[in-house]
């Protein structure tokens, strides 16, 4: 029998991670995932939380909230902090690659006014591409080294198609595919499954306390959590994309990120974009 | 090059309100790059705002202002049509100025 | 409000491990004392690795016991490391828990 171990856990935080949120009623989970109750029934659960947000506005996430944090965005949005992102994307865009071609070719209507259709199950490769993924394969393709996930060239490129996408409503597509439903219930599992050394999952934020404070922020609805991205970050300092976000997410509960575009995180954007259908885009976005 | 200003300035009644965002890595000298050695300061010091032959608004900054800063005031007067000239110098002595009509 | 059953095992576990004080009357760690703790917190971590659930906190404390083994400060070094395998082995028991208890959280 070993002695008693000498531990230095943060104890407050685990405890309190496990204490203070409660937990759902339990249910056992039905065998063949179905992806149209799952939407209806993740749409109904935040639009009876907050009745008088329209559904449109929870693609705003904490703005949608918060009535301080809401004006003093608006009054940014005349002069938004992405704008410089914004330009560097349009132009990078625009520019050809070596070879004489550029992004627009590899991408339906030359790349404008498409990101509400990614992610998208490719059932060639039987997975789900990401715009990001899809951007760094189209590189790839025309000789062109790929770009950081989380640097923010990236950031500059998704702003830019996202911004020609923007009000048009999210249209993720899930194909008559086991291996399509699989990444799906991939997505949500790995979206309510606790990590990390503070037990958290995805959804014990932006489900179970949307609006509540984490420290100084205001957690954000799961509902169009995706819709706004990427985003300019006051706390970054700068533009961060999906992929940046999920890994920052990850290590603030302490747990150690996936590689970037990992199949985890390609599953997890499907899950949640799938789930908002219907809310417009509205990137890029600015948060605190 | 593209100016690193974006103006935005809109008389109404007796005042005009102005807002201004400058593109600009405000690097306080405290931080430190990804292989460990300090990024040198480079911050606006000064920024100024010019109409009608005066100065409507002088800031002097430091090193706590966050990178792309954002500005926003109101000066009594200005009409539409008139010229407002923004300038700012940094520390390295880079400068950057433009000018702008009232909307 | 209730809890249900993995998250009240992983919370006892919680609480478990942050009991403060060994009683402990070993004596003086050596370094082959180390190596093995060290090299038990590793296998562990790399474990969680697999299931693709390690903790930030495991690596620090893996990193912390290292440091400390290079300056031959061996009690801090084992003490470190049987963190570091405690810290591993309650990912893998999160890991494993979850793969389950993920369902209690669902919206339906």
Known sequence: MKAPLAIHLASAALALAATAFAAMPSAVAADTPDPVADAKAFRNYFVTKFPNVPLDDFANGPYSLNEDMRRQWEEKEQFPPYEFSLEMGKEMFAKPFKNGKSYGDCFPNQGIGIRQNYPYFDPGEGKVITLELALNRCRGANGEPPLSYVEDEMAALTAYMAFTSRGKPFDIKIPDDPRALEAYQNGKRYFYTRRGQLNFSCATCHVQNPGERMRAEILAPALGILNAMPIYRSEWGGMGTISRRMITCNSQIRGVPLEPQADEYRDLEYYLSYVSNGLPIAGPGARP | ?103 | MSMTRPNTRIVLLAFALTTIGSTSAMAASTETDFKAAYAAAEAANNEAGRLRNQWTVTAEALADAKKAAEKGDFDHAMASARDAEALAKASIFQATSEKEAWKNLEIR
């Open chain 2, 1 to 103: 090059m593209a100016s690193t200003i974006r103006v935005r300035a809109i008389s109404g009644g007796e005042t005009t309100e102005v807002q201004v965002l400058i593109q600009h890595p405000m690097d306080s000298g405290f931080v430190k790059d990804a292989g460990g050695e300090i990024i040198p300061p480079h911050f606006i010091q000064e920024l100024t705002f010019e109409y009608d032959g005066r100065y409507v608004f002088i800031a002097d900054w430091g090193a706590a202002v966050s990178k792309d800063p954002y500005v926003k005031f109101s000066f009594k007067g200005g009409r539409k049509g008139d010229d407002l000239k923004i300038s700012w110098v940094d520390n390295k002595g880079e400068t950057d100025t433009t000018t702008a009509k009232i909307q």
